[in-house]
């Protein structure tokens, strides 16, 4: 058993010994997941551009389409600011120019909240007409097929507790790298 260990081991040593991004096993590791971190983001937005072509919401971007399912979470009206904070998101002013592309399509609405100065938007009845189109196609293609997969709502629940914790650490190292002075060149 120690020979099997020792072993596998160093094919993991193998596996990451030679790359800058991962000098260690646990550097390994934690590379692997970034890496696999990415493949998944794309393969998600591929999947949520074409969920929307077929589902009568062709020609919206993947944040468009991402922001008209937030705005309709809850059926309440959202501020840009509350879509920026429920996506971990810092950048306002693409939030609202994706905000007036979804009115001129008659997709959202803009209403004014009481007792607020900001505005809120909410879903048009289009918009929600197309938005349950895609919540059903997304259930027989997507959701249907996971049910297949051994244990598969407390692997999600997991993934999700997890995935929270890394964005939590990633945003704290990000704040901290801020006070970092660029390497530049001469260096």
Same mark, same amino acid.
């Given at each position: 058993?120690?020979?099997?260990?020792?072993?596998?081991?160093?094919?993991?040593?193998?596996?990451?010994?030679? %790359?800058?991004?991962?000098?260690?096993?646990?550097?390994?590791?934690?590379?692997?997941?970034? %890496?696999?971190?990415?493949?998944?983001?794309?393969?998600?937005?591929? %999947?949520?551009? /074409?969920?929307?072509?077929?589902?009568?919401?062709?020609?919206?971007?993947?944040?468009? #389409?991402?922001? #008209?399912?937030?705005?309709?979470? /809850?059926?309440?009206?959202?501020?840009?600011?509350?879509?920026?904070?429920?996506?971990?998101?810092?950048?306002?002013?693409?939030? /609202?120019?994706? +905000?007036?592309?979804?009115?001129?399509?008659?997709?959202?609405?803009?209403?004014?909240?009481?007792?607020?100065?900001?505005?809120?938007?909410?879903?048009?009845?289009?918009?929600?007409?197309?938005?349950?189109?895609?919540?059903?196609?997304?259930?027989? #293609? +997507?959701?249907?097929?996971?049910?297949?997969?051994?244990?598969?709502?407390?692997?999600?629940?997991?993934?999700?507790?997890? #995935?929270? +914790?890394?964005?939590?650490?990633?945003?704290?190292?990000?704040?901290?790298?801020?006070?970092?002075?660029?390497?530049?060149?001469?260096?």
């Amino acid at each position: 058993m120690v020979t099997k260990q020792k072993n596998r081991q160093q094919l993991d040593e193998a596996h990451y010994r030679a %790359w800058h991004l991962a000098r260690s096993a646990h550097e390994a590791n934690s590379t692997d997941f970034e %890496w696999s971190v990415l493949r998944f983001q794309q393969a998600f937005e591929r %999947w949520i551009i /074409q969920l929307a072509e077929i589902t009568g919401l062709a020609g919206l971007s993947y944040v468009e #389409i991402i922001i #008209i399912h937030v705005i309709r979470m /809850q059926d309440r009206p959202k501020t840009a600011a509350s879509i920026a904070r429920q996506l971990n998101r810092d950048d306002i002013p693409n939030i /609202q120019y994706c +905000l007036r592309k979804l009115v001129k399509m008659k997709l959202c609405r803009k209403v004014k909240e009481t007792g607020n100065k900001t505005s809120a938007y909410e879903v048009t009845e289009k918009g929600k007409q197309l938005t349950n189109s895609y919540a059903e196609v997304r259930r027989e #293609i +997507l959701t249907e097929q996971t049910k297949n997969i051994d244990s598969v709502d407390e692997k999600l629940r997991e993934a999700t507790k997890v #995935i929270s +914790l890394l964005t939590g650490l990633y945003d704290e190292a990000g704040r901290i790298s801020a006070s970092y002075s660029p390497i530049s060149a001469d260096r």
